[in-house]
């Protein structure tokens, strides 16, 4: 796991950032690209690590601005072992309340962008590829693109269409050596989360209740999983969409009042 390089989209903030700090930790070296300007460089660990932390701004909706990003890594690295795609966006409400605006958005951060990002990167992770050790791309999915809740509305089936464009392109490259497989979360406490839950009040949508594991997901407990796809284990591993909520979908089922959604007081600020 030493000595590798990654691109980590949506860097700044959240998942991808968690799994940013992570990778660093692990002797990575990473370009972080994310539409917001400023690297995620607050974190402790980064600070001492800013020689293997590249952050680019980059909007991954938009072909140029990708295309010049990664202009910007090949003029600094030939190969790439894992591309992570954790940039997304949501935004909740009834699809009757969407307007064509949200639905642009969402197809382009949510569904396009990870396209965009793998088109350019390919180059790069095929040069460091081969059958017995293939290179590595990770989406980030979610379980609302699996079993969609009230107002999830066309988030949801943008995170359905990145689970099946998952399965597309892991067929497509798993012969030339490059994997790709998704990490599906229920609720995790990241400054997503906190938007969407103050937005909810015309719009349906509930953020999901504590797991039964009695709390939501913290961004490290999806990074871990995605350091697990990138790492030697995973190297069969290929066309996945694995749920990482604690045990959500399982315990919701008809008639069942023991999920119960969390209080929006307890997501601002200091989730539980
Ligand atoms: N938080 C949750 O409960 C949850 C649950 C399931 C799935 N997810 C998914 O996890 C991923 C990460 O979300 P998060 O919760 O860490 O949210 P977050 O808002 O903390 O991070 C998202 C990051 O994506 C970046 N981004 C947004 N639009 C972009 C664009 N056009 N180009 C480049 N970067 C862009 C943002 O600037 C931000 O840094 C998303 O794909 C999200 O859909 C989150």
Redesign the pocket.
Known sequence: MTNKTAVV?????????RTVERLIAHDWTVWS????EHAPDQHASLQTSQNRLRHLQ????DVESVRSAFDAVRRQTAKLDALIC?????RVGALEEHTPEDVDLLL???VK?PWLTVREALPLLRERSSVVHPARVVM?????GIRPKPGSGFYAAT?AALHLLTGVLAVELGPSGVVVNAV?????A????N?AAKTDVTSLYKPTGVSPLGRIAE?DDIADVILFFLSDAARYVNGTVLPVDGGTRAAFYPGNTAMQPVADASLDGTPQ
């Open positions: 989209t949506g860097g700044a903030s959240g998942i991808g950032r690209l994310d539409v917001c980059c909007d991954v909706a954790s940039a997304g966006v949501i382009g951060v949510n962008g980030v999915g979610s379980c609302a995170k599906a979360p229920g609720t995790v990241t400054p997503m989360l938007g961004p």
